[in-house]
């Protein structure tokens, strides 16, 4: 089954064609990354209207790389949550004419639920059930995969992301967009120990986290040492802040594992690219025996590819649309309203 895939939740237009949910046939990017760094993170219109500009020749870019005429296409897929609520509805009014179009079935996706079937394409053999880490700019949560199209939250962020506090903390430091990846360069070489930060523990979950405590403290930081004159060992501090961010997730993943009994875990989003994150996972799984499948840094960013994965089981799960199909800035990934 051959499904074109369409994604445009942020700042990366993209169009993929997917084999069967786990083989690439093209995958066309067409990043906004620099476009964007001139203000230091995404605006919201510039990239609605980017996405409008790219979407149709990343399609026919799509097609004629997979050596595919529109004939050979069985359905169409598209991100619909959630995400910046100009930029999906570019995508899903794009998919929707072209499934009215070529009269092809219209399949929703949600984002997050993309980053998870990022891993099927990169690893043909993981199948659920599996616990997933997912760490992105918008999102961070602990979920039980328990089959493709079937899942339950165990934990998640009760404010800010992990990935928007790495990419705050960075540009707040003067890095170039996006700061996440930039931070994670410099933590390299750094001193994780130099610059004691806070590690949360809210509510009465405890797979639930909190980072905006953990960001305000080390702008805090940052501002206090501008203020006196001070200065700062800036790889230190990012090694430290990594560190800090580290110290929230893996201890709860290996609670989870404890809890659901799975020895697969998989993690997925953006800031599953970071090294420290990455570095820790690994070692906090190898006394567990657990199988730890860990995404190509390609596969970690947003991409379609990941979307016509996960198209590929929702369309055998009869999760289907119709042209009534809407975009949402919120959802839930279990598909509620938020």
Same mark, same amino acid.
């Given at each position: 089954? +051959?499904? #074109? @895939?369409?994604?445009?939740?942020?700042?990366?237009?993209?169009?993929? %064609? /997917?084999?069967? $949910?786990? !083989?690439?046939?093209?995958?066309?990017?067409?990043?906004?990354?620099?476009?964007?760094?001139?203000?230091?993170?995404?605006?919201?219109?510039?990239?609605?209207?980017?996405?409008?500009?790219?979407?149709?020749?990343?399609?026919?870019?799509?097609?004629?790389?997979?050596?595919?005429?529109?004939?050979?296409?069985?359905?169409?897929?598209?991100?619909?949550?959630?995400?910046?609520?100009?930029?999906?509805?570019?995508?899903?009014?794009?998919?929707?004419?072209?499934?009215?179009?070529?009269?092809?079935?219209?399949?929703?996706?949600?984002?997050?639920?993309?980053?998870?079937?990022? +891993?099927? #394409? @990169?690893?043909?053999?993981?199948?659920?059930?599996?616990?997933?880490? %997912? /760490?992105?700019? $918008?999102? !961070?949560?602990?979920?039980?995969?328990?089959?493709?199209?079937?899942?339950?939250?165990?934990?998640?962020?009760?404010?800010?992301?992990?990935?928007?506090?790495?990419?705050?903390v960075g540009r707040v430091l003067g890095m170039p967009y996006p700061g996440g990846?930039?931070?994670?360069?410099?933590?390299?070489?750094?001193?994780?120990?130099?610059?004691?930060?806070?590690?949360?523990?809210?509510?009465?979950?405890?797979?639930?986290?909190?980072?905006?405590?953990?960001?305000?403290?080390?702008?805090?930081?940052?501002?206090?040492?501008?203020?006196?004159?001070?200065?700062?060992?800036?790889?230190?501090?990012? @090694?430290?802040?990594?560190?800090?961010?580290?110290?929230?997730?893996?201890?709860?993943?290996?609670?989870?594992?404890?809890?659901?009994?799975?020895?697969?875990?998989?993690?997925?989003?953006?800031?599953?690219?970071?090294?420290?994150?990455?570095?820790?996972?690994?070692?906090?799984?190898?006394?567990?025996?657990?199988?730890?499948?860990?995404?190509?840094?390609?596969?970690?960013?947003?991409?379609?590819?990941?979307?016509?994965?996960?198209?590929?089981?929702?369309?055998?799960?009869?999760?289907?649309?119709?042209?009534?199909?809407?975009?949402?800035?919120?959802?839930?990934?279990?598909?509620?309203?938020?």
């Amino acid at each position: 089954m +051959n499904i #074109l @895939a369409v994604e445009s939740s942020c700042d990366e237009t993209a169009v993929a %064609v /997917v084999r069967d $949910g786990r !083989t690439v046939l093209t995958d066309c990017i067409s990043s906004q990354v620099a476009l964007h760094r001139e203000y230091g993170g995404v605006v919201p219109e510039i990239a609605s209207r980017k996405h409008i500009e790219a979407i149709y020749g990343l399609a026919d870019q799509a097609l004629e790389t997979a050596g595919l005429t529109r004939n050979e296409i069985d359905a169409i897929a598209v991100t619909y949550a959630p995400g910046l609520i100009g930029a999906v509805l570019v995508g899903v009014n794009f998919a929707k004419a072209a499934a009215l179009a070529m009269g092809k079935p219209l399949i929703p996706v949600h984002h997050i639920r993309g980053h998870i079937a990022a +891993n099927y #394409l @990169a690893f043909p053999e993981l199948k659920p059930p599996f616990l997933c880490l %997912v /760490v992105s700019g $918008g999102h !961070t949560m602990f979920v039980d995969v328990k089959d493709y199209t079937q899942m339950e939250i165990l934990g998640t962020t009760l404010d800010d992301a992990a990935g928007e506090s790495f990419d705050k903390v960075g540009r707040v430091l003067g890095m170039p967009y996006p700061g996440g990846a930039a931070l994670d360069k410099a933590a390299q070489l750094g001193d994780d120990t130099k610059y004691p930060l806070p590690r949360s523990r809210p509510g009465e979950n405890p797979f639930d986290m909190s980072f905006s405590g953990l960001k305000t403290a080390t702008l805090n930081l940052i501002h206090h040492a501008e203020q006196v004159g001070e200065e700062l060992d800036i790889p230190s501090l990012c @090694a430290s802040f990594s560190a800090a961010v580290s110290d929230t997730l893996i201890p709860r993943v290996v609670m989870a594992m404890e809890k659901t009994g799975y020895r697969t875990v998989a993690v997925a989003g953006g800031v599953a690219a970071n090294s420290r994150i990455r570095q820790d996972l690994m070692k906090a799984m190898e006394p567990l025996g657990a199988k730890v499948y860990l995404p190509p840094l390609s596969l970690c960013g947003d991409n379609a590819a990941m979307i016509g994965a996960q198209a590929y089981y929702e369309y055998l799960a009869g999760n289907l649309a119709d042209m009534s199909l809407n975009a949402y800035a919120t959802k839930s990934i279990l598909g509620e309203a938020l």
